[in-house]
């Protein structure tokens, strides 16, 4: 039996706070592109709900990260540190289309 998936409406403002922060913590201009999205998971040991934050820099450098929270859960304090600016570049080398 199929089961039937209701998708959750996401506060706008949990969007735009989440942004912000990202904006914030790794130092973007205002017009950088961010995009925020709660995607549900179906791998098991996953949790049901997490949260995908991603963002591009100079010469077209995608970065990403995932918070395993809903984004109206997430906290300032879930970013990652602002060092870590470089490893979250998302690169095809590595072959894993999970995220």
Do not use: I, N, Q, Y
């Amino acid at each position: 039996m199929l089961a039937t998936f209701k998708k959750r409406a996401v506060p706008p403002e949990a969007l735009d706070r989440l942004k912000t922060w990202t904006r914030e913590r790794f130092d973007l201009p205002e017009d950088a592109p961010v995009f925020v999205s709660e995607v549900a998971c179906g791998v098991p040991g996953c949790p049901p709900l997490e949260t995908v934050v991603a963002f591009w820099t100079e010469a077209e450098r995608r970065h990403h990260f995932k918070v395993f929270k809903p984004v109206d859960k997430v906290a300032e304090e879930d970013l990652p540190p602002r060092w870590m600016k470089d490893s979250l570049v998302k690169t095809e080398v590595l072959g894993c289309e999970c995220c």
